[in-house]
């Protein structure tokens, strides 16, 4: 047996992180790290950002900035000064974003914008940036975005994040089609609820009541952060160098139903 084989590596790959000062992209830094690659990690949240770097492997290898995703002109800038200090761009995992709840009846237009300025524009500027000629490297690689059971399917009070996340479906499915000659694979994934420290501190993960119903929906009960980072090692890795265009649900099992 071939001890040495292993279609998951990541080995001298870089990886641009969007978020990861924080929950499931701070898991994907780590995992990514541990998988070996070089990454470029990116959030508006410079202090988790630092704590970031100090969870992941080898941190002398990797590039962060503290960067407000929203502040398109300084994305460019950015990313030239990380291309120039790891390397070409070889994955991309957007996963930068904000959720909420809020009633269909009462939601004013500047909330919908600011969700989708957050959560929509700034991956596809980000990814714009990186796909870039000259950032990306000439072999390929992988684009993820983080779309979201909400952007799937209904559920009360998720309209606006809802929204959002399904934009970002779409966007990965046509993307797929215009980078595929760059052989650039364009994918989504979408998490079912989990168990991120923010998350925790909400009030309906504190009571037990609703915190069973919730868990109850996922058939293999709540999500951990090493769930969704261990998919998207999967759709940055060459094991998946023939899925493009697909929207993984890493739910236990809530879209089933
Ligand atoms: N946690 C869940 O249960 C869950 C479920 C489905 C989908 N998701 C999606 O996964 C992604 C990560 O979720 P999480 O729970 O880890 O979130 P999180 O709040 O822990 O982390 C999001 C990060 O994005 C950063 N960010 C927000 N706006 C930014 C901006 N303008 N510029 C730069 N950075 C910005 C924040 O500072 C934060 O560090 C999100 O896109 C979320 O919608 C999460």
């Given at each position: 047996m071939d001890t040495l084989f292993n279609p998951f590596s990541l080995k001298d790959k870089v990886v641009v992180i969007s978020?990861?000062?924080?929950?499931?992209?701070?898991?994907?830094?780590?995992?990514?790290?541990?998988m070996g690659a070089r990454l470029i990690?990116?959030?508006?949240?410079?202090?988790?950002?630092?704590?970031?770097?100090?969870?992941?492997?080898?941190?002398?290898?990797?590039?962060?900035?503290?960067?407000n995703l929203l502040d398109y002109d300084k994305v460019s800038q950015v990313i030239k000064e990380a291309v120039n200090q790891v390397g070409k761009i070889n994955g991309l995992l957007n996963c930068a974003?904000?959720?909420?709840?809020?009633?269909?009846?009462?939601?004013?237009?500047?909330?919908?914008d600011k969700f989708f300025?957050?959560?929509?524009?700034?991956?596809?500027?980000?990814?714009?940036?990186?796909?870039?000629?000259?950032?990306w490297a000439k072999e390929g690689g992988s684009v993820v975005f983080f779309?979201?059971?909400a952007g799937n399917l209904g559920e009360i009070g998720k309209s606006t994040y809802g929204m959002t996340k399904a934009a970002l479906l779409n966007l990965s499915k046509h993307l797929a089609c215009e980078l595929a000659r760059r052989k650039i694979r364009v994918n989504s994934i979408s998490p079912g609820a989990i168990c991120t420290p923010i998350n925790m501190n909400l009030p309906h993960m504190k009571d037990p009541e609703k915190r069973a119903v919730l868990e109850a929906q996922h058939l293999l009960g709540l999500g951990e952060i090493s769930?969704?980072?261990?998919?998207?090692?999967?759709?940055?890795?060459?094991?998946?160098?023939?899925?493009t265009g697909t929207n993984l649900f890493v739910d236990g099992g809530y879209s089933v139903k």
């Open positions: 978020g990861a000062a924080s929950g499931i992209a701070r898991q994907c830094a780590i995992s990514c790290s541990k990690l990116l959030d508006l949240n410079g202090v988790g950002l630092a704590e970031t770097m100090k969870l992941v492997d080898s941190p002398e290898y990797h590039f962060y900035s503290c960067l974003g904000i959720s909420t709840t809020n009633l269909f009846k009462i939601t004013k237009p500047e909330e919908l300025h957050v959560n929509v524009y700034t991956a596809y500027f980000l990814t714009q940036e990186c796909c870039r000629v000259g950032n779309s979201s059971v769930d969704v980072a261990n998919a998207c090692i999967f759709l940055l890795s060459d094991a998946s160098r023939w899925v």
